[in-house]
């Protein structure tokens, strides 16, 4: 859709809501925060909504503090005259708070870089081929011809750095580093983003990453990497959730590695998968298959089960991707379309 709608809207609104998707990344966190300096600037009256736990590594984030529960807030808020953003995330499934909240509002708009967006928002501003959803923001402060100050610009590149995994997966060309200039000329620092986001870890953290390589499984006939945690080594190293950030990375290490898995237990019989690949290697129709979703080369699922028969099932599947990927595709064709969308 044409963004001047959203500009308008913006223009036309007072009372503004902000949220993103469950377990929150550097992209989610740094639109957010993009977004509400620009409004906050604007004297608009705005809230950060976010029911989980934001990871300590992104508390250098400006206004980090003002991201409140739904609960603390409740009564606060003029939902039927709130326009809600929603940004970073490709379906309401995924949203870090009730969803019910959403029918409450005026308007819901969309901001979002997902190949599998389900276009959600009374308001849609959704472009697959970004690197980030902080981009998408970017564009929209031009568009609004409001100042990028420190705070917008830290939020901004957060987002630009988290997503494309230290640009990593994207390539820097004509198009971002006008982008990057702008944005470190107003404040924003690369190496201090960079530091927070990638090594800036607790001792928890460093024992859960000793005990993930102790677990490591590489197969060298079809070229991917599997690594793993259960409940039990989360309380031996007394380790939380966040401190397991960036661990499936790990598989891709190794030479001539194309696909990483890191399968958790979230709890008893509940596990949370996460994709990761390098080069040309679309992963997304293996999180399709098992009704996720995500980018082409970080992605991920849910599934139930036993923990052998999760790991054999996940594992099985990715061999058989990865050794003939047109024919898993056609074979699965039909259970992967439907799945778009569905729960990324």
Same mark, same amino acid.
């Given at each position: ?8 809207? /913006?223009? +036309?609104?007072? &009372? ?7 377990? @929150? ?78 029918? +409450?509002?005026?308007?819901? @708009? %969309? /901001?979002?870089? &997902?190949?599998? %967006? ?5 308001? %849609? ?22 100042? @990028? ?17 230290? *640009? ?10 006008? /982008? ?17 986001? *990638? ?24 070229? *991917? ?17 966040e401190d397991a950030e960036g661990i499936v990375d790990y598989g891709l290490y190794i030479p001539g590695s194309e696909i990483s898995v890191f399968i958790r237990e979230v709890d008893r019989d509940n596990f949370k998968i996460s994709l990761r690949s390098q080069g040309q290697r679309n992963i997304l129709p293996l999180a399709h298959f098992f009704e996720g979703g995500g980018h082409h080369k970080a992605a991920g699922f849910k599934l139930k089960g036993n923990f052998l028969s999760v790991r054999q099932t996940v594992t099985d599947c990715i061999r058989q991707y990865l050794i003939s990927p047109e024919e898993f595709e056609n074979t699965n064709s039909s259970k ?9």
């Amino acid at each position: 859709m044409d963004s001047q709608e959203i500009v308008q809207t /913006i223009i +036309k609104n007072e &009372h503004f809501i902000i949220s993103s998707h469950q377990n @929150i990344d550097g992209d989610g966190l740094g639109s957010m925060i993009a977004l509400y300096a620009i409004l906050f600037n604007q004297s608009k009256n705005v809230v950060m909504l976010y029911d989980e736990t934001v990871p300590y590594f992104y508390h250098y984030l400006p206004f980090i503090e003002q991201i409140k529960p739904v609960s603390s807030i409740t009564n606060q808020v003029n939902f039927k005259n709130a326009v809600f953003f929603v940004v970073d995330c490709s379906n309401p499934q995924r949203l870090g708070l009730p969803q019910q909240l959403l029918e +409450k509002c005026k308007t819901v @708009i %969309n /901001i979002d870089h &997902h190949p599998d %967006n389900s276009s959600f928002g009374d308001l %849609n501003y959704v472009v697959p081929n970004y690197p980030s959803t902080t981009i998408l923001i970017y564009q929209l402060v031009k568009e609004l011809g409001e100042k @990028i100050d420190r705070n917008i610009a830290t939020g901004l590149l957060t987002g630009l750095i988290t997503d494309t995994g230290g *640009f990593q997966y994207t390539e820097l060309n004509s198009t971002l580093l006008p /982008i990057i200039e702008e944005l470190t000329a107003a404040g924003a620092s690369v190496a201090s983003i960079m530091r927070y986001v *990638f090594k800036y870890r607790r001792q928890e953290a460093l024992k859960l990453l000793g005990v993930a390589l102790n677990h490591l499984y590489y197969d060298p006939h079809a070229n *991917f990497g599997v690594i793993y945690h259960l409940q039990d080594d989360f309380r031996a190293c007394g380790a939380t959730e966040e401190d397991a950030e960036g661990i499936v990375d790990y598989g891709l290490y190794i030479p001539g590695s194309e696909i990483s898995v890191f399968i958790r237990e979230v709890d008893r019989d509940n596990f949370k998968i996460s994709l990761r690949s390098q080069g040309q290697r679309n992963i997304l129709p293996l999180a399709h298959f098992f009704e996720g979703g995500g980018h082409h080369k970080a992605a991920g699922f849910k599934l139930k089960g036993n923990f052998l028969s999760v790991r054999q099932t996940v594992t099985d599947c990715i061999r058989q991707y990865l050794i003939s990927p047109e024919e898993f595709e056609n074979t699965n064709s039909s259970k992967i379309r439907a799945n778009v969308g569905r729960n990324s």
